[in-house]
T-cell receptor, first 112, second 115 residues
């Protein structure tokens, strides 16, 4: 049972436009959400996170939105750059890293 | 800064062989963990440690052993390799068990093939 779902395996966006990556979850006990970015042949890198007590968190070009009632979160990248081309993993925690569940990832391609 | 270092980067094993995947971190992090990543699936937690001498099982621990004799090192042992253990393995560390204090740092991964 996949508790964290990233239903779009891939996404292509033109450079300069907005990239929106989506993530849905089923476990209402999740209280913290993280996004990781992964380049080929490298390990994931922490990107941004959000607590369940907030509905938005921004860090530069990256903004994460959380809709608790819909059990949905999204990552917005504005403007998108070719260097943003990577696989993005959504992850959710129910308390502690041993309770972090990862989604399957979305491969973003930013076209110059 | 080296961060989290995994060795080897690639390995091919025959069914039934044993081996140890090495993981070392130089950030003095208390919390370390091992994940595997398979096609179409997210990263799944194998084992984790909240400090030297303390380890526990994650979501998919069968066929793997770990130990944590020092803060820096967290090796993962495959006892008798099986084709189902073909995967990419990631080691991660963080200063705390609490994700509210930031994300984890991951190594570059070990791609293991069992034939």
């Amino acid at each position: 049972d996949q508790q964290v779902k990233q239903n779009s395996p891939s996404l292509s966006v033109q450079e300069g436009r907005i990239s929106i990556l989506n993530c849905d979850y089923t476990n209402s006990m999740f209280d913290y959400f993280l996004w990781y970015k992964k380049y080929p042949a490298e390990g994931p890198t922490f990107l941004i996170s959000i607590s369940s007590i907030k509905d938005k968190n921004e860090d530069g070009r990256f903004t994460v939105f959380l809709n608790k009632s819909a059990k949905h979160l999204s990552l917005h990248i504005v403007p998108s750059q070719p260097g943003d081309s990577a696989v993005y993993f959504c992850a959710a925690s129910a308390g502690g890293y041993q309770k972090v569940t990862f989604g399957t990832g979305t491969k973003l391609q930013v076209i110059p | 800064n080296a961060g989290v270092t995994q060795t080897p980067k690639f390995q091919v094993l025959k069914t039934g062989q044993s081996m140890t995947l090495q993981c070392a971190q130089d950030m003095n992090h208390e919390y370390m963990s091992w994940y595997r990543q398979d096609p179409g699936m997210g990263l799944r937690l194998i084992h984790y440690s909240v400090g030297a001498g303390i380890t526990d099982q994650g979501e998919v621990p069968n066929g793997y052993n770990v130990s944590r004799s020092t803060t820096e090192d967290f090796p993962l042992r495959l006892l008798s390799a099986a084709p189902s253990q073909t995967s990419v393995y990631f080691c991660a560390s963080s200063p705390s068990d609490d994700p509210y204090k930031g994300g984890a740092f991951f190594g570059q991964g070990t791609r293991l093939t069992v034939v």
